[in-house]
């Protein structure tokens, strides 16, 4: 559908808390289809630095940006506990959403969240942009074109930087590692698989920074159609790395297999002044993220990234924790 064919969806952006929100609306104004109206966020120096940078106006309460009649969507970005607050206003207030992941750090959380847009007749989207990427896309059609049989077995990894701030607060993030680097590599196991988390054993810790908080952890986990899986979910990396991390699969089927390197689209550039960095060049996810929520949305189609995809892949984290606390394997769904 071309920009002829329907007006730019109109965004609204919740909170520049998370790193993603920026991206996010560079993106949105980088595409004819989609219109940055305004943005909120509590805290008033970082508000005034992203809205003068997008050239639009702020407002220190979420509720204020709300009430504008000409917003159709917002995006909510801030600190993971807040996502269920922000979203039940914005249902309230018949707006679309687009929720960052993870979807919240409670099951009864991210289930009121469903429920409440659901009430409202508006859509509810988790960003989950590591679907939009050329690699994982064609390992989707692949899988099912049926190129690889049935899958057997996926080992996964999501190990990048630790972000600090709010990221290692328990009582903002609901979580770690686990929490941060769990919902992408879940989300696409599920995508690939067609089935659902049946049980999880998962050891965690602090092995490589001073926290009070995991920033490693490994997820042996099976799903309802007996694949067996794997994953790596740590903030393992050093910031000299050439990025800021990976979403890396291995995937096993009983008449191919398959690995994926998501985030290796980048050029290594060394200079004198720089040293050596590495430059990106690949297709823009989180672009390609935000024009499909619009299109679909604008046509009256729900996203094809949901939020019961976003609290499946949430919940597999929360019962990955349990069987820490535990020494047990967990069963899923949680009761």
Avoid at 37 to 42: E, F, Q, S, T
Avoid at 62 to 84: K, Q
Avoid at 198 to 223: K, N
């Amino acid at each position: 559908m071309t920009s002829q064919q329907f007006r730019p969806l109109r965004f609204g952006i919740i909170s520049f808390a998370h790193m993603h929100a920026t991206s996010y609306a560079r993106c949105i104004q980088a595409n004819p289809d989609t219109e940055l109206v305004a943005v909120a966020d509590p805290d008033p120096q970082r508000g005034q630095t992203w809205a003068g940078r997008f050239g639009v106006p702020l407002y220190a309460d979420h509720r204020e940006l709300l009430e504008r009649g000409d917003i159709d969507a917002v995006i909510v970005t801030t600190a993971n506990v807040e996502h269920a607050a922000m979203t039940l206003d914005a249902a309230a207030a018949g707006k679309h959403v687009l929720c960052e992941k993870p979807l919240a750090t409670t099951v009864a959380d991210g289930r009121a969240m469903i429920d409440a847009c659901a009430r409202a007749g508006v859509y509810l989207g988790t960003a989950f942009p590591c679907r939009y990427l050329p690699a994982v896309a064609r390992v989707k059609e692949q899988v099912d074109a049926g190129k690889l049989g049935r899958i057997l077995a996926i080992a996964g990894a999501n190990r990048g930087w630790m972000p600090g701030g709010w990221f290692v607060d328990r009582a903002q993030a609901g979580g770690g590692a686990v929490m941060d680097h769990t919902v992408h590599v879940a989300d696409l196991i599920r995508w690939f698989t067609g089935a659902e988390f049946a049980e999880v054993y998962a050891e965690a810790g602090t092995l490589f920074h001073d926290l009070d908080i995991d920033d490693a952890g490994l997820l042996s986990f099976s799903m309802t159609d007996g694949t067996i899986c794997t994953l790596d979910a740590s903030w393992s990396r050093l910031p000299h790395y050439r990025g800021w991390g990976d979403v890396s699969m291995n995937i096993l089927g009983e008449d191919g297999y398959v690995s994926i390197d998501s985030l290796s689209q980048a050029l290594m550039l060394s200079n004198e002044e720089r040293g050596a960095v590495w430059i990106g060049w690949g297709s823009d996810m989180d672009y390609l993220l935000i024009e499909d929520f619009a299109r679909r949305v604008s046509r009256g189609e729900p996203p094809a990234i949901t939020g019961e995809d976003g609290l499946a892949a949430m919940e597999l984290a929360l019962a990955a924790y349990r069987s820490v606390e535990t020494g047990l394997p967990v069963k899923l769904p949680l009761e």
